[in-house]
């Protein structure tokens, strides 16, 4: 199994453009998760989904949209990029029903916006 | 949601025991506590989460105190490998994680 998946590793921006990163998972998992991390920070809910065509606002949901059209994959769009939104992104995925719901993370999307 | 606080940093050498703090005074009856670890330039990974007793598993120990106002993350040897951001992170059964900004661990050769 691979387990989390992300697509791509690095983007860089001009300010103003827009990009969507995929994340993917191979285990079946109800609930997924788009977290943001700035330098010397915890991670930061952007956006979750607790199932297919089900999107919710996390801590810092402003200037993206997500998409859940199939259980697997789980989208991050930037309309339009800004400076601010320069950080690494991590997916993550998780099965309900389980005391600890364990997350599974993805490796990251190291994103620079210029 | 109920907050937890962690030292920055702490240092360690190899092969000794590793203590890692967390308080969390405003823990709620049905919060688990949860430890997460985060290695250099990976995603973070779980390692071991409890409620109310110690619990012990393959990577490490978690001792919650009686009053679960506050617990510790134990490494009983800790190698290189184990460098890493440790976060402590309380979870009502489904609630979103709240990450703070962890205990950098840093391990001495």
């Known amino acids: 199994n691979a387990g989390v998946t992300q697509t791509p590793k690095f983007r860089v921006l001009k300010t103003g453009q827009s990009m969507t990163l995929l994340c993917a998972q191979d285990?079946?998992?109800?609930?997924m998760y788009w977290y943001r991390q700035d330098p010397g920070m915890g991670l930061r809910l952007i956006h979750y989904?607790?199932?297919?065509?089900?999107?919710a606002k996390g801590e810092v949901p402003d200037g993206y949209n997500v998409s859940r059209l199939k259980k697997q994959n789980f989208l991050l769009g930037l309309e339009s990029a800004a400076p601010s939104q320069t950080s690494v992104y991590f997916c993550?995925?998780?099965?309900?029903?389980?005391?600890?719901?364990?997350?599974?993370f993805g490796p990251g999307t190291r994103l620079t916006v210029l | 949601d109920a907050k937890t606080t962690q030292p920055n940093s702490m240092e360690s050498n190899e092969e000794e025991p590793v203590h890692l703090p967390c308080n969390h005074s405003t823990i709620s009856g049905t919060d688990y506590i949860h430890w997460y670890r985060q290695l250099p330039s990976q995603g973070p990974e779980y390692v071991i989460h409890g409620l109310t007793s110690n619990v012990n598993n393959r990577m490490a120990s978690l001792a919650i105190a009686e009053d679960r106002k506050s617990s510790t993350l134990i490494l009983h040897r800790a190698t290189l490998r184990d460098a890493a951001v440790y976060y402590c992170i309380l979870n009502n059964y489904g609630q979103n994680f709240v990450f703070g900004p962890g205990t950098r661990l840093s391990v001495l050769p």
């Open positions: 989904s607790v199932g297919e065509g089900t999107t």
């Open positions: 993550a995925s998780s099965r309900p029903g389980t005391s600890y719901n364990e997350q599974f």
């Open positions: 285990m079946n998992h109800e609930y």
